[in-house]
T-cell receptor
Framework: NAGVTQTPKFRILKIGQSMTLQCAQD?????MYWYRQDPGMGLKLIYYSVGAGITDKGEVPNGYNVSRSTTEDFPLRLELAAPSQTSVYFC????????????????FGPGTRLLVL | KQEVTQIPAALSVPEGENLVLNCSFT??????LQWFRQDPGKGLTSLLLIQSSQREQTSGRLNASLDKSSGRSTLYIAASQPGDSATYLCAVWAAGNKLTFGGGTRVLVKP
């Protein structure tokens, strides 16, 4: 298994540009997440999904959009990039038996480093 | 709102010394707690996951304890090695399907 993959690894954007960060997992996990990590800080949840067609906001969703059309893919869209979105973005996935409330280990991708100038 | 704190933010020890990393959380109604390792420029690797009903988990030189009532977890790394140098993050899973992370402890093990 490739696990969780993310593309691109690094990107420079100009203010106001848009882009999509790609994330895919091949472990048949139902849960997927997007986090951002600012220098010297922990991770903050942007959006998450509990299954195809279902997404919900995390702690810092403003300026981002997501979709989950398949179990495998969970792209993150940045519209009108701003310098405050300069960060490292991590995608993660995990599995939980629906209705149990207890999740298994989260698996993380290698991250996408984004610089907005 | 759940808040997770890790103190100290950075730690430097000589090789062979035992490491003790602390994590505290404000809301004890958690499902589980995870410890992660992050190497510079890399993603996170899960080290240990403790379910809310457990008191501790062990894997090799790593041992993590959980005291829900006091809102604390401790990660012990025995006989530290230079390869243990990394940032260690704890995260708690609570209601709402969300993992809340601490700020991490950056560890340097000096040969």
């Amino acid at each position: 298994n490739a696990g969780v993959t993310q593309t691109p690894k690094f990107r420079i954007l100009k203010i106001g540009q848009s882009m999509t960060l790609q994330c895919a997992q091949d472990m048949n996990h139902n849960y997927m997440y997007w986090y951002r990590q600012d220098p010297g800080m922990g991770l903050k949840l942007i959006y998450y999904s509990v299954g195809a067609g279902i997404t919900d906001k995390g702690e810092v969703p403003n300026g981002y959009n997501v979709s989950r059309s398949t179990t495998e893919d969970f792209p993150l869209r940045l519209e009108l990039a701003a310098p405050s979105q300069t960060s490292v973005y991590f995608c993660a996935s995990s599995y939980a038996q629906p209705g149990t409330g207890g999740l298994k280990t989260q698996y993380f991708g290698p991250g996408t480093r984004l610089l907005v100038l | 709102k759940q808040e997770v704190t890790q103190i100290p933010a950075a730690l430097s020890v000589p090789e062979g010394e035992n490491l003790v990393l602390n994590c505290s959380f404000t809301d004890s109604a958690i499902y589980n707690l995870q410890w992660f390792r992050q190497d510079p420029g890399k993603g996170l690797t899960s080290l240990l996951l403790i379910q809310s009903s457990q008191r501790e988990q062990t894997s090799g030189r790593l041992n993590a304890s959980l005291d829900k009532s006091s809102g604390r977890s401790t990660l012990y790394i025995a006989a530290s090695q230079p390869g243990d140098s990394a940032t260690y993050l704890c995260a708690v899973w609570a209601a709402g399907n969300k993992l809340t992370f601490g700020g991490g402890t950056r560890v340097l093990v000096k040969p």
